[in-house]
């Protein structure tokens, strides 16, 4: 990792990645292919796909977890002698087509700019839930799914994330009760087949939670139908929010969801900036499409840049 | 693979993949973990790409052959038991919704079909290049470079892949002259860079080739200035074509280059045709954009199929 120190301030970057996930460092491998003076930052290196226990849907590697898919980006990275820093930035302007980026201590510029800040974990907002955060109430299966050995455990939602985390969890936990408000899981079917395989996980649907109780750490779940259901952990995987406040900022237009709409180039409706990544309105938001898309935004910048006569 | 006598003529498959390149294979492992029952049918296993020494920008593998990279894809295809098998359509009709693909000898049914069928080289044609193709004729540096070991070759073209082939052909040849007809190659930066660098390299802007002279084998390259330049080997990288015409059969929409037109899913202008990587129209074509487009088609196959209800 490049020290900030070594970070000339004055410097005007001909493009600055912010976001450190499989689609901002693919973004990166390209514009360092490109010959582009970049600048990668971030603030969770490697993205939330480092929080995945098993990657299998990478095409041309079959089988790998995700902090170990994300060392193999780094050295990528490595290879091509990328600089990047940690760093959070709070706000951005532009001023005479240069983007101007802020942490709380730094300020960086840049040509052109490329969101790639990926999503958070959505929260159920319910009583308990901020309480007993890191006491029992999960965000991150692969992270916390081994301190409930032989415990019950429950994974709130149906999607494929949480069928995922649910088969994850059944390594370490004697019994995963997944919690879901509708009638089917909407798992990939591989997934949803080895979930309704699975001796040691029981589903229940058409419900909600609207507790989470315990005293020092969880010990259970209240559910809309007010049962009350005794468990050691609780595992909520019910969906993402998009990372594009900081993008909004420069009126970097939106969809519904949040999320930036980009065309097929990966460009948003201000030139000079790209997204790409789980922060974009793509709708099938997959590693390899994130990183197809960075590449696309690096090239877009590029020809950007080559056409505006910056360079070359 | 499986064989040909394994594959039920009768069987109405939900997807068939025709090609089997980086495209080709991405939307095969993403369909078969929608648990779609899918073919791949292609003539070349690999396709284009194995025929390139060296590939550094797959991001999350820093460096690799070509042909390990597809070994690494069929590891991928092989561990979920995808069947595939070695033939060439000829032609293709739709009807009642169900496509019908026919080669020589066999025929096949599909609900969807996705072209991943590529692009091949261009020709120069002109005299002596049909009459010595294999005899100094070459349009692979990585297949047949090494046969010119200390010798003299050319290397027709100025895109990226032609700065490629003639970094690789430098390890064999004692000297390699590139042929352009522009003034100025338009390699990736990080190539044109090392093209220039390397002193084994010589490069003639502005300049046609109208003649490939030889005996047994080519000894002689005639310029549209009509110099005449000795050497043992020419190859041409001068651009691709894709391979589009059995998608026209049924109608596809192409492009003025040929290309099949498709949106940011993948979808071509006819439900249920798909298409991916070299035979489209995206304007950056790299292995990366086309597995993420191959992965995109998968997806968008089985939300066509789950939305017709023939699925689920």
Redesign the interface.
């Known amino acids: 990792m490049y020290n900030i120190d070594n970070i000339d301030p004055k410097k005007i970057y001909d493009l600055i990645i912010i976001g450190t996930g499989?689609s901002g460092?693919?973004c990166a491998?390209?514009a360092?292919?490109?010959?582009l003076d970049i600048l990668i930052i971030g603030n969770l290196y490697g993205g939330l796909i480092t929080t995945t226990h098993i990657v299998?849907?990478?095409?041309?590697?079959?089988?790998i977890s995700g902090p170990e898919?994300m060392e193999?980006?780094r050295?990528?990275i490595n290879?091509l002698d990328i600089p990047y820093i940690i760093d959070e930035i709070r706000t951005v302007k532009k001023e005479n087509n240069i983007f101007e980026l802020k942490s709380f201590f730094n300020s960086f510029k840049a040509k052109t700019i490329c969101f790639a800040m990926g999503s958070n974990h959505k929260k159920l907002e319910i009583p308990g839930e901020e309480e007993f955060g890191g006491r029992g109430v999960s965000y991150c299966a692969t992270c916390d799914g081994p301190f409930y050995k032989n415990k019950i455990v429950a994974v709130i939602g149906g999607s494929d994330s949480a069928a995922k985390e649910a088969l994850y969890l059944t390594q370490h936990a004697k019994k995963v009760i997944i919690i879901y408000r509708k009638d089917e899981i909407r798992a990939?079917?591989?997934n949803k087949?080895r979930v309704l395989e699975n001796d040691k996980i029981e589903i229940i649907y058409n419900t909600n939670i609207k507790e989470i109780k315990g005293n020092e750490k969880v010990s259970s779940l209240v559910l809309d139908n007010n049962n009350e259901i005794k468990l050691d952990a609780v595992f909520i995987e019910i969906g993402v929010l998009p990372n594009s406040n900081l993008a909004k900022i420069i009126g970097v237009q939106t969809n519904e969801k949040g999320e930036i709409i980009i065309?097929?180039?990966s460009e948003t409706n201000i030139p000079g900036v790209f997204a790409v990544g789980d922060v974009a309105d793509?709708?099938?938001k997959?590693a390899?499409?994130g990183?197809?898309?960075?590449?696309?935004a690096a090239?877009s910048a590029f020809d950007y840049l080559k056409k505006k006569k910056i360079i070359y």
Do not use: M
């Not at 360092?32 to 010959?35: I, L, Q, V």
């Not at 990183?291 to 696309?296: D, M, R």
């Open positions: 499989p460092l693919g491998i390209y360092a292919r490109f010959a299998e849907n990478y095409p041309g590697i079959p089988s898919l193999k980006f050295d990528h290879s990939e079917p591989i087949q065309n097929k180039k793509s709708q099938f997959q390899i499409t990183v197809s898309e960075g590449v696309i090239y």
